[in-house]
């Protein structure tokens, strides 16, 4: 009985036998005062499909859900309906959430919902959320969002040093969860292990940066830091070249040293002159972009594993640090003298 019953579900609800899948685009950006479209896709086809937003540091809330056999909107108590709608797709399977009107409050994460049949003897259906989908609201028209690069080489301490070179690419004036940045070896197609950093806020805008340790095996080779577009993943948004340490870095500034290996005045502002390319949906650039590298002094980012760096610090910390030990041994020598010092009184107050 039970296996019959469980062949009727497989065919009645195959999509719950398999379990249900949605599927949203990761991150949206719209602009100001305008409206915004979330679309939300299922792999069966269901009867209705549920919307949520959720907000950072709040309680998820359910906004509307779309009757999908009748195209019949049911929205909750607080929704506005010249301000969130939603509408079925070309077929059964997939669902819009029209956002009217957009304001920074509307920024947040979107979710749609539906059920899924469950055959067991307790309950018939779970709700199956949708990966969700960002959206970012921006006072800026979404085709002009195109952030600024700059990269930050390795210096010759740390490659001497440390055999191993630091690769560092920040992006300004970005929205957040936008852009991502990968590393790989230039012409080839493994996207290696790299470090990302948070994303910060600067004023009115985002930054972020990422950066990638080379190892002594492979500092004879050419890298790339690849900025991608989560709105489109299929396409690459911008490739950036990073010189070979060993066949290029290190070449160059030994070459701006003098005969006693000290380095010239010039290596603090080195410059590398880089031609990045699929950069079409970027603004108009110049063929030829100058990045500001190592040492530069309108750099934003310090260069934290510099052992010359380390090593002051280590060394001022040290001092602080053997200067408090001593002071605080100075008051207990102090204390102890005061202490055996006093005369000990006898039971009439009288010192003996």
């Known amino acids: 009985m039970l296996s ?28 100001l005062g305008t409206s915004a479209t979330l679309p939300c896709t299922v792999d069966t086809s269901v009867s209705y499909i549920h919307w949520y937003f959720h907000k950072e540091d709040t309680a998820p809330k359910r906004l509307l859900y779309l009757d999908m056999s009748r195209s019949l909107v049911q929205r909750d108590i607080f929704v506005k309906a010249d301000k969130v709608n939603a509408k079925k797709g070309k077929n059964s399977y997939s669902c819009n959430l029209l956002l009217q009107k957009l304001e920074k409050s509307d ?28 959206l970012r609201v921006t006072d800026k028209s979404p085709e002009d969002i195109s952030p600024k690069p700059t990269i930050f080489l390795p210096s010759i301490a740390e490659i001497k040093v440390h055999q191993v070179g630091t690769y560092i690419c920040l992006l300004e004036d970005i929205i957040p969860d936008i852009f991502k940045i990968d590393w790989k070896e230039k012409n080839g197609k493994t996207i290696l292990q790299s470090q990302q950093g948070n994303t910060m806020k600067t004023k009115d805008t985002y930054m972020k940066f990422s950066w990638l340790t080379v190892t ?32 290029d870095l290190v070449a160059r500034m030994e070459s701006d040293m003098d005969p006693a290996g000290h380095s010239e005045a010039k290596q603090n502002t080195e410059v590398v002159t880089l031609n990045p390319s699929s950069s079409r949906s970027f603004r108009p650039v110049p063929s030829t972009v100058e990045f500001a590298a190592i040492n530069s002094t309108e750099a934003s980012l310090n260069d934290e594993n510099d052992p010359l760096q380390l090593q002051l610090m280590n060394t001022s910390a040290y001092y602080t640090y053997l200067l408090l030990l001593l002071k605080s041994l100075m008051y207990s020598i102090i204390i102890a003298i005061c202490l055996l010092g006093r005369p000990a009184l006898d039971g009439n107050g009288k010192s003996s």
Request: aromatic letters at 10%; glycine letters at 8%.
């Open 107 to 134: 920024e947040g994460v979107y979710y749609c919902a539906a059920w899924e049949a469950d055959c067991s003897w307790n309950s018939w259906s779970n709700k199956v959320f949708g990966p969700g989908t960002i």
């Open 4 to 31: 019959s019953f469980a062949v009727l579900c497989v065919l009645l609800f195959p999509g719950g036998a398999a379990g249900l899948k949605l599927e949203q685009t990761p991150v949206v950006v719209g602009r």
């Open 216 to 247: 002594e095996k492979s500092m004879d080779k050419e890298h790339q830091c690849i900025v991608k577009d989560e709105r489109n993943k299929e396409r690459v948004k911008q490739e950036i070249d990073f010189p070979s340490i060993n066949k």
